[in-house]
T-cell receptor, first 109, second 116 residues
Framework: QKEVEQNSGPLSVPEGAIASLNCTYS??????FFWYRQYSGKSPELIMF????GDKEDGRFTAQLNKASQYVSLLIRDSQPSDSATYLC?????????FGAGTTVTVRA | DTGVSQDPRHKITKRGQNVTFRCDPI?????LYWYRQTLGQGPEFLTY????????KSRLLSDRFSAERPKGSFSTLEIQRTEQGDSAMYLC??????????????FGPGTRLTVT
């Protein structure tokens, strides 16, 4: 499987702040990039996907992709306690996904 | 669209027993994937189907694991002669062919297996 690295956590941010999550991947040929949110004891939930260089915004989430640097990030604006979870970065490897180990985010009130 | 469903949600078994898990994908999705996740790690790919054809199986997957998708709808994952190292969350996902790669994959709730 392709290597996907995420910045080690845990990441603690105050309520209302921006949480910034980073991910690098090994295969320059990767085409599809995904962010999943996983609450403790639950399965991963797809929250963002991005296929082209640049930014993609959806509500309080922004995904950023830089294929030249093999880097994808997720910004969570106006962080809420409900955003406390583990965020998984995934990259396509043909039709399957290769995942990073995840970054745990805690939003403190 | 009722989402991906998996059954059972939890399974406790004794070492050496066989277990079988079922996954029902989102109805219009023709691709179905099985992953395994252990604590502190991201999901690890096991195998995937396009319709009823099993197109790829992880090289890391023991011969004790087998999966089927007989009519291109639901899938089963069987583990024979379970070992304690098989304890994990088994996740099923499905997707519709996207513009790039395999498309967006949506996960079911998972089956948590504990081997005692």
């Amino acid at each position: 499987q392709k290597e996907v690295e995420q910045n080690s956590g845990p990441l603690s941010v105050p309520e209302g702040a921006i949480a910034s999550l980073n991910c690098t991947y090994s295969d320059r040929g990767s085409q599809s990039f995904f962010w999943y949110r996983q609450y403790s004891g639950k399965s991963p939930e797809l929250i963002m996907f991005i296929y082209s260089n640049g930014d993609k915004e959806d509500g309080r989430f922004t995904a950023q992709l830089n294929k030249a640097s093999q880097y994808v990030s997720l910004l969570i604006r106006d962080s809420q306690p409900s955003d406390s979870a583990t965020y998984l970065c995934a990259v396509n490897d043909d039709y399957k996904l290769s995942f990073g180990a995840g970054t745990t985010v805690t939003v403190r009130a | 669209d009722t989402g991906v469903s998996q059954d059972p949600r939890h399974k406790i078994t004794k070492r050496g027993q066989n277990v079988t898990f079922r996954c029902d994908p989102i109805s219009e999705h023709n691709r179905l994937y099985w992953y395994r996740q252990t604590l502190g790690q991201g999901p690890e790919f096991l195998t995937y189907f396009q319709n009823e054809a099993q197109l790829e199986k992880s090289r890391l997957l023991s011969d004790r694991f087998s999966a089927e998708r007989p009519k291109g709808s639901f899938s089963t994952l069987e583990i024979q002669r379970t070992e304690q190292g098989d304890s994990a969350m088994y996740l099923c996902a499905s997707s519709y062919p996207g513009t790039s790669g395999g498309g967006e994959q949506y996960f079911g709730p998972g089956t948590r297996l504990t081997v005692t």
